[in-house]
């Protein structure tokens, strides 16, 4: 039998009722496209499954969609490998759970594959459900951009302006060093050459890489923001929402950290990171004696970066309760 034309990859981690809607949108948009959907529990222990299953039969969709269960949850890239490996295709869009599509993204984004015969990977424009947009083109992290991001100072950022990681919201199309994995397609052809996600990578920090592969190889990224994805950012992990409380986040974002730094930039340059962050937050504090404002960086982030600092590849080991 040959490849599909697509392959779309839903992972869940107990968040059924985002799978529905999310697969209300998406669907609409396939009547057209030779595709199916996979969806991959990733050992929610809940009754994600269920739900899911069950909305699947009462829509009478089973031929457009795979449901699989993953025995562990070992994250986001070994869920999207599991559905990467489920169904053969020519190309495979990752999407994440809390996504939403725009009618005629689907389309726009295979187009823009043809298009760009050299892109590895094609991303849309990321928006929230009122239309305005969100940062998902980006540069890669490096040391510089960790002495940008803990000194907060308007004079460091200019000065190192061509390593600050976030680009604006684009408005045309754009080839970023690496994009946002909550919606991104990527041809069949990138997984044979590159291998697939590094499963070293709990969450965070798998999509940097990924792109850093897919650079090195001499792929192309491109960025269609006539593609657009809605993304709610509420999926299942707590990362976002404690930074942006300046709570601790978990241990495996670090980890992610140490890994990403070491395999990048070796052992000095994952040092070099965390010594530029630590003269960030020296000026940061000097600004403060000064009488300037200060922002509160992530409670525990001055020890938080330096996890596995003696064993920068070791993998992250989910605790039985969760």
């Known amino acids: 039998m040959p490849p599909l034309q697509l392959s779309i990859i839903i992972v869940n981690f107990r968040t059924p009722g985002f799978v529905i809607d999310c697969l209300e949108t998406l669907l609409p948009d396939l009547d057209r496209v030779d595709a199916k959907v996979v969806i991959v529990d990733n050992h929610s222990a809940d009754d994600s499954a269920e739900i899911i299953q069950a ?3 009462q829509h009478d969709i089973a031929g457009k969609a795979l449901f699989v269960q993953s025995e562990h949850n070992a994250g986001f890239a070994s869920g999207n490998n599991i559905g990467i ?3 053969k295709a020519r190309l495979y869009l990752l999407l994440n759970s809390d996504t939403l599509i725009r009618p005629g993204a689907i389309p726009i984004m295979l187009d823009t594959a043809l298009r760009f015969p050299q892109a590895g990977l094609i991303s849309p424009r990321l928006e929230w459900p009122d239309g305005t947009g969100q940062e998902s083109c980006f540069r890669f992290p490096t040391p510089f951009s960790e002495l940008i991001a803990a ?4 004079l460091v950022a200019w000065c190192f302006s061509r390593y600050t990681v976030a680009w604006s919201v684009q408005t045309q199309i754009a080839h970023p060093q690496w994009t946002s994995f909550a919606c991104v397609l990527i041809r069949d052809e990138v997984f044979q050459q590159l291998g697939l996600l590094d499963e070293g ?3 965070y920090f798998e999509d940097v890489e990924f792109c850093h592969r897919v650079g090195q190889a001499g ?3 491109v960025h269609n923001p006539k593609a657009r994805v809605v993304h709610l950012r509420g999926g299942s992990s707590p990362v ?3 930074t942006r409380l300046k709570k601790r986040v978990p241990r495996y974002f670090y980890e992610s950290r140490t890994r990403y730094f070491y395999q990048a ?3 000095l340059g994952f040092m070099s990171a965390n010594l530029l962050w630590w003269a960030g937050r020296i000026i940061s504090g000097i600004r403060q004696l000064l009488g300037r ?5 992530i409670e525990g982030q001055w020890l938080d970066i330096w996890t596995n600092w003696r064993n920068p590849l070791k993998h992250y080991t989910l605790p039985n309760h969760e």
């Open 55 to 57: 909305w699947l039969m």
């Open 85 to 87: 490996k489920s169904c």
């Open 201 to 203: 990578y709990f969450m």
């Open 219 to 221: 792929w192309e990224i």
């Open 240 to 242: 976002k929402k404690q």
């Open 293 to 297: 404002s200060d922002k509160a960086v």
């Open 265 to 267: 930039f070796g052992w």
């Open 151 to 154: 000194s907060q100072t308007g």
